[in-house]
């Protein structure tokens, strides 16, 4: 028995048996599973590198040789063996151990991860840092096969496989991105793990050869050529990496073994290495669907997730979702890109009613935004349903693709503001700034459930593209009904309480809070507050600005979004190109990082929390 909390670094690995490491391994899924059972985080991409990350310490001396976890958030294992198990109580909190690599925590977090397809590029380019420094050490980049659906994987290993610079890339093949992993390379290593030929062949040579040293000598000489004899060369052959696999990655001889097969080479190597998600908890692996890639709190005993629902509500994601699924019966047009968040964006429903219209293109935001221009191009309407923070990889097929040849293209920009407990590398704060200067793009953000349906119909009736942001979170659920749908006027804000002293314009959700605090202010302290919804971002309501100017009292924009190139500055800009003094305080997201922490926390370490804007709006009264 191992005590994990106990473990300062990973050197003691280095002196310890096969079965060692093996009971290492459990005491690590045990602690794993009780741990995240009480703080939420991703489990299943966790649990399935556990003989992986512990092979990885066993044959490198971290932070000598430099591991670049591609996403990060299967660095857990990691980051136990580095010495911060006993931070494990403080996972994705405010102020605690981050979800994901962290310089700033350890020195065995050399690079840091959040999206997706980065880790080869950034391995590369220590293997170039390496040699022109007359280095040693080994560069190891870690992804997995639904990264590797990424563009910018195949950048960097159309880069490194000429070089010929020594660089391991693992290929953590588990079969899935967050949902099922789909494409071409995905029929490819299915191909590969499973040639019957090939499989059985190895195992009868090992069987064969049981002296250990013999068998090593004779299989790193022979695995090659007999992969080619049987099934021909890999493409990453091809791209000339060395390759070593398919690897049982929950066999810690076979994989320690390979590991330092990969050391000894002197050019780039794939390492490719079947893992299940999910390994050793039965809940997580029997999931099919992504459920278990990240939750919140859950009883280990029966896998229940704890879910705080409020009665009557539904996530913004899926009352997207179903009105998009109201849209499609009417409009033969519709379709829904979504890049690799079936589960996430919950589109679970619209790919079981029209899953020849729900078109998973894994994770490749670049290619979901240009494949919906296309289709636009042809008279179709499709909607792109994109994490906020994802969406800013496609910013250059947004302008150039869709935006400057105004294809009516409708972006639902899922998990818009704070996020929470992902943190800095998943805070969804640049979208608008990201949109704004595009011309022909409109930008949305609906308050409530029928305002979202409305905008919803709305997008489609624009000649040219539209972004509608929602934030993660719940809305009361109104049922959708085309029927009773209304198009709103472009540009079009609404006052929601008329105010005398001063005016708070906002969107979204945050709004009925705000009526509630104006209303709470004039009972209390006779201060008269009105508060427009500027249900569009993009354009103006200039007529509305107009007449606000008119009444010379000092307005506060309020937007959970970076405040530069915001609304707010956007407010400025009109302001100053039409000549008119008002006095405009912003209240928005400063120039910095945002990190994690819930909701609440966040908004009150940036000045943004409810008693903020009170304290705010009394400031500028009194000025």
């Not at 849209?327 to 379709?335: C, E, M």
């Amino acid at each position: 028995m191992y005590d994990i909390e106990k473990i300062t670094n990973p050197s003691f690995i280095k002196n310890l048996s096969t079965k060692e490491m093996q009971v290492l391994c459990q005491d690590i899924r045990t602690f794993l599973i009780d741990s995240l059972s009480k703080t939420g985080g991703h489990v299943s991409s966790n649990l399935g590198v556990v003989e992986l990350t512990v092979a990885m310490h066993k044959v490198f001396n971290s932070p000598e040789d430099k591991f670049i976890w591609d996403v990060g958030h299967q660095v857990y294992i990691h980051k136990m063996l580095t010495g911060r198990a006993n931070q494990f109580s403080t996972l994705r909190q405010y102020k605690g151990l981050s979800g994901f690599p962290k310089r700033k925590e350890s020195e065995h977090d050399c690079w840091e991860t959040g999206h997706a397809s980065t880790s080869i590029s950034a391995a590369v380019g220590m293997a170039y840092a390496r040699d022109l420094n007359d280095e040693n050490y080994h560069v190891v980049a870690v992804i997995g096969d639904g990264s590797l659906t990424g563009g910018m994987a195949y950048e960097a290993l159309n880069h490194i496989g000429h070089t010929n610079k020594r660089l391991i890339v693992i290929i953590n093949d588990n079969e899935m991105a967050i949902s099922p992993n789909v494409g071409a390379l995905h029929n490819i290593f299915g191909s590969i793990r499973t040639n019957e030929s090939y499989l059985n062949t190895k195992r009868r040579l090992k069987k064969l050869l049981k002296n250990t040293q013999l068998l090593n000598r004779v299989m790193y000489r022979a695995k090659g050529s007999l992969k080619r004899f049987v099934i021909g060369e890999t493409p990453f052959d091809a791209m000339g990496f060395k390759y070593f696999g398919p690897v049982d990655g929950h066999n810690l001889d076979d994989l320690i073994k390979n590991l330092n097969f990969a050391k000894k080479a002197d050019k780039p190597v794939i390492v490719h290495v079947k893992t299940k998600k999910g390994k050793g908890y039965s809940f997580a692996e029997a999931d099919k669907l992504g459920t278990w890639h990240g939750v919140g709190k859950f009883n280990k005993e029966t896998g229940e997730v704890s879910v705080h629902k409020k009665e009557n509500c539904v996530s913004w994601s899926k009352l997207m979702c179903n009105g998009l699924i109201e849209l499609t019966k009417h409009d033969s047009r519709v379709s829904v890109i979504t890049p690799a968040m079936i589960n996430g964006s919950a589109l679970n429903d619209y790919q079981m009613l029209y899953p020849d219209r729900l078109i998973d293109v894994g994770i490749a935001e670049e290619h979901a935004v240009t494949m919906a221009g296309g289709m636009a191009t042809q008279g179709m309407k499709p909607f792109v349903s994109i994490y906020s923070t994802f969406f800013k990889r496609a910013f250059d097929q947004v302008h150039h693709d869709v935006a400057r040849q105004n294809l009516n293209v409708v972006f639902g920009v899922d998990r818009a503001g704070i996020v929470g407990a992902d943190g800095e590398t998943h805070q969804g704060l640049y979208d608008i700034p990201m949109l704004r200067p595009i011309p022909n793009m409109t930008i949305m953000m609906p308050k409530d459930a029928k305002e979202a349906y409305d905008l919803l119909y709305t997008a489609y009736e624009i000649n040219g593209p539209v972004a509608i942001r929602y934030p993660r979170g719940d809305v009361f659920n109104v049922v959708p009904n085309y029927e009773s749908w209304q198009s709103v006027p472009v540009g079009s804000w609404t006052t929601l309480k008329s105010g005398a002293d001063a005016y708070l314009l906002s969107m979204g959700p945050i709004l009925d809070d705000l009526v509630q605090l104006a209303e709470d202010l004039s009972e209390a302290e006779g201060i008269h507050v009105g508060v427009i919804n500027t249900r569009f971002i993009k354009p103006l309501d200039t007529c509305l600005l107009d007449e606000l100017a008119k009444l010379e009292v000092p307005l506060i924009v309020y937007e959970e979004s970076a405040m530069i190139g915001g609304l707010g500055t956007a407010i400025l800009e009109y302001y100053n190109e039409t000549n008119q003094t008002v006095k405009v305080k912003r209240l928005g997201v400063p120039d910095v990082y945002v990190q994690h922490g819930s909701v609440p926390e966040v908004l009150a370490e940036l000045h943004l929390s409810l008693d903020d804007i009170k304290a705010e709006i009394n400031q500028v009264i009194k000025k």
